[in-house]
């Protein structure tokens, strides 16, 4: 069974930065792809970017293309989103994802953390 707890969620104003974490159980982290997905009030969940296992090849919305970047560092089973320039529309609870083996934009990931609170204040 694999764990994950996001972390780094909070409130923000127009044009700050934050940056999301996400901790993973497990041993076999470094042959998961990552995700982060949001989902905000009344919406479908939707992707926000991936990251392949050895961190070599990266996916983003573009909605937030130029202004997120994922990273992960599989000596610490953590991956990361950091977020610049937030927006009113970036507000949402944001979700870490995880799926053995390559990476997707779609929802279609094995594990899911819990979420974390992002809110962008204009």
């Known amino acids: 069974q694999v764990h994950m707890n996001e972390s780094g969620g909070g409130l923000v104003q127009v044009g700050d930065s934050l940056r999301l974490s996400c901790a993973v159980s497990?041993?076999?982290?470094?042959?998961?792809?990552m995700g982060w997905f949001r989902q905000a009030p009344g919406k479908e969940r939707e992707f926000v970017a991936t990251?392949?296992?050895?961190?070599?090849?990266?996916y983003y919305a573009d909605s937030v293309k130029g202004r997120f970047t994922i990273s992960r560092d599989n000596a610490k089973n953590t991956v990361y989103l950091q977020m610049n320039s937030l927006r009113p529309d970036d507000t949402a609870v944001y979700y870490c994802a995880a799926r053995p083996g390559a990476v997707t934009t779609t929802l279609a990931y094995d594990y899911w953390g819990q979420g974390t609170q992002v809110t962008v204040s204009s």
């Open positions: 497990g041993r076999t982290f470094s042959t998961y792809a």
């Open positions: 990251i392949s296992t050895r961190g070599r090849t990266t």
